[in-house]
């Protein structure tokens, strides 16, 4: 008898033993789903972050200003890659009896000279002269925004480029449209009104590494005979101001006071980037 119990002990203690064990393996189980469910539930927030690419890219779709004309508003509106222009479209033209025809014949000529060209800087099309004159005005402002937005990235519209540019210039000049700095970047700028006896002559360029790359009249004399001569001479004066890069250019045959307007303006603007 005495000899028995040391057995039984053993027995026992070899019995919780493994039922500790069973008890041990019969609860992993039941942790795994758990985990397989938080690692489930980690994967679809790092699935919803990646789509990140193609984030603007330099591309973009830009809408001028509307530029009425004796026969209706002309707007246009631009898609820019890259700095480039690579698309165009007339979201307004003149309508309404002789004016369908001409838009439908002239709209899509300036649409391809518009991609071509890159810049506003684009020849009338033959017989739709106040229609081409109204997209050229509504396409520099469309690439005025452009220049004014890639500006705005260096230094929030301007607001700190007071070191190498000049205070003084802040007042509506087009200084906040600057990229980089001491006139070597892009500038948008606008010269003075300048009074002629058939009305005011505003001209606005845009000057890249000190260069003019484009020109394009803001105001100019109209009504009467007026509008026949702004239609015959802006584009040729817009076209000098580039060619020469100056103000120093020949007056249009035909519209001296408006010429003389023009280059008063235009030599006011060249003033400002010049600083």
Do not use: C, F, W
């Not at 700095?83 to 369908?100: F, L």
Request: glycine content about 18%.
């Amino acid at each position: 008898m005495r000899k028995s119990h040391p057995v039984r002990r053993a027995v026992l203690a070899g019995a919780a033993t493994v039922s500790g064990i069973v008890l041990l393996l019969s609860l992993k189980p039941a942790s795994d789903p758990g985990a397989a469910s938080a690692a489930g539930g980690a994967a679809p927030p790092a699935a919803a972050q990646s789509p990140q690419g193609g984030r603007g890219a330099g591309s973009g779709t830009v809408t001028g200003d509307a530029a009425d004309t004796q026969y209706g508003p002309v707007q246009v509106r631009l898609t820019v890659s890259g700095g480039k222009i690579t698309g165009a479209e007339a979201v307004q033209a003149p309508k309404g009896g002789q004016s369908d025809q001409v838009t439908d014949n002239a709209v899509p000529k300036l649409n391809q000279a518009a991609v071509s060209a890159g810049t506003a800087d684009i020849d009338a099309v033959s017989g739709a002269t106040y229609t081409s004159a109204g997209y050229k005005q509504s396409l520099q402002s469309a690439l005025d925004k452009v220049a004014a937005a890639s500006a705005g990235q260096d230094s929030g519209e301007g607001s700190g480029q007071g070191s190498g540019d000049g205070t003084g210039q802040g007042s509506g000049d087009g200084s906040g449209e600057q990229q980089g700095g001491g006139g070597q970047g892009t500038q948008v700028l606008t010269g003075d009104v300048a009074q002629t006896q058939y009305g005011p002559v505003q001209v606005r360029v845009t000057v890249s590494g000190g260069r003019i790359t484009a020109a394009e009249t803001l105001q100019a004399p109209k009504g009467g005979r007026s509008d026949q001569v702004t239609a015959d001479a802006v584009p040729k004066l817009d076209r000098a101001a580039v060619t020469a890069g100056t103000a120093d250019i020949d007056a249009v045959s035909g519209a001296t006071y408006t010429s003389a307007g023009y280059k008063q303006s235009l030599q006011s603007a060249l003033d400002r980037a010049g600083g």
